[in-house]
């Protein structure tokens, strides 16, 4: 059975990540079925994913500490390996996902969310990389990702003295979008999903490729990118249909992801 359980509302996948006795933490088999739901998302019908975890209490309270205890090192990179690998796959997936955050997000939780385009929060979400207490690094991509969405500073602070921040503070520091209400989340990730939904999906899909390419670049390279992006929408139906739905002041559009 699933450790993820796949929603499909509309035009969006609601992916929650379910392993209640541990806290929704990431061991093997979870990694495996995240990258599994993941995969088997209709990307022509589907426009954007949320990611959450279930109950109340936590998105996901790190890699699964019970199983990393007895690793070695080649069992530890290998572990690594299969992490980093999810988490790419997740911050390369063509479409949107947005983290819908609803509780700790530790170690892997905070990673996993960082992997993810968006990230909204409850009011009782927790974040941090509590990794230096357990004598281990961040291993899947919390250096890397956390000093890139914060300042470099706040990065190291969380990490070097294992700091928990709370959902306002995370606001505060630009690592979540927003704050809601435990109850208010869903609705407005479904909100936020259905807003991205709304627009021409191979545009949407052309601007996270070029914002993500972009950031590893140079502004010359970058700047290439955007360009090639760009040219590539005026071969879509798309483009001639939300300009011609301006030209005739049409409200109604009619996107079909060609
Ligand atoms: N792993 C395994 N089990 C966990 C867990 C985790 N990360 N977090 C919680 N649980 C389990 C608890 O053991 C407990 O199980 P039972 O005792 O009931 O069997 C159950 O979930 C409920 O947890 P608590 O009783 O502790 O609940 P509390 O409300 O008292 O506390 C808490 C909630 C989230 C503050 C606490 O559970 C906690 O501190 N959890 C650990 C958080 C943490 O340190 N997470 C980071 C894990 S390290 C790498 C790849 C990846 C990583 C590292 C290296 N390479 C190999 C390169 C990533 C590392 C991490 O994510």
Known sequence: MSNVKTEVQGQVAILTISRPKALNALNSETLDDIKAAFEAIDQKEIRA?????????????????????????????????????????IETFPIPVIAAVNGYALGGGNEICMSCDIRLASDNA?????????????????????????????????IYATKNIKADKAKEIGLVNEVYPQAELMPAALKLANKIAANAPIAVRECKKAINDGLQVDMDKAIVIEEEAFGRCFETADQKEGMGAFLEKRKDKHFINA
């Open 49 to 89: 994913v949320i990611l959450t975890g279930d109950g109340d209490k936590s998105f996901v309270a790190g890699a699964d500490i019970a199983e990393m205890h007895g690793l070695n090192k080649e069992q530890g990179t290998a572990f690594g390996k299969k992490g980093n690998d999810v988490f790419r796959y």
């Open 126 to 158: 927790v974040f941090g990389q509590p990794e230096a207490g357990l004598g281990i690094t961040p291993g899947f991509g919390g250096t890397q990702r956390l000093a890139r969405i914060v300042a470099p500073g706040i990065a190291k602070e969380i």
